[in-house]
């Protein structure tokens, strides 16, 4: 599939929330040396990662605008199609330096981690497998207000 940033438009192809020219403006912004000496290939790339994190990770208050769309966003909040968010633009671009040098999430899978392998009757033993939940308050941060608060997190307010 080509890339193909989302408009506002709900695309059924759509396959990142922003394009290239905005992610470079906004790395640019913040001296991020990283995401320019990237070739726009990789770029292009990383963007779908970010965006394909983003809506696999997060559930977002309202409902797609359309049955046909491809993305989680443009979102319906009962008043009509909603524009992407800047905040969303935002954390997509974040997401996208780190996906151009690591896995934003990796699979953890006890194959090819085994401790001990016995032959004469089949007995395999793995080493524990450590889920490490990579925790990324920034972009928490940024979809505060497209998401749900979790639990605990939530605000209180006195009256």
């Not at 605008?65 to 199609?81: C, I, N, S, V, W």
């Not at 896995?103 to 793995?126: C, F, H, M, T």
């Not at 497998?129 to 979790?150: A, C, H, N, Y």
């Amino acid at each position: 599939m080509a890339f193909s940033p989302e408009t506002g438009t709900g695309s059924s192809s759509a396959n990142s929330y922003i394009d290239v020219a905005f992610a470079d403006t906004f790395h640019s912004d913040r001296g991020n040396a990283a995401w320019a000496s990237a070739d726009n290939a990789s770029k292009q790339a990383a963007l779908v990662k970010a965006t394909d994190y983003l809506d696999q990770t997060f559930s977002f208050l309202g409902e797609r605008a359309t049955e046909a769309q491809a993305l989680e966003f443009p979102r319906d909040y009962g008043d009509g199609k909603q524009p992407l968010p800047a905040k969303l633009k935002q954390a997509t671009a974040v997401l996208a330096l780190e996906a151009l040098t690591k896995d934003l999430n990796p699979s953890l899978s006890p194959e090819g981690q085994i401790k001990r392998k016995k032959a004469d009757v089949l007995e395999k033993e793995y080493f524990e497998v450590k889920r490490t939940v990579t925790i990324r308050p920034k972009i928490e941060g940024l979809l505060s207000g497209l998401i749900p608060p979790r639990s605990g997190n939530a605000r209180v307010v006195r009256a």
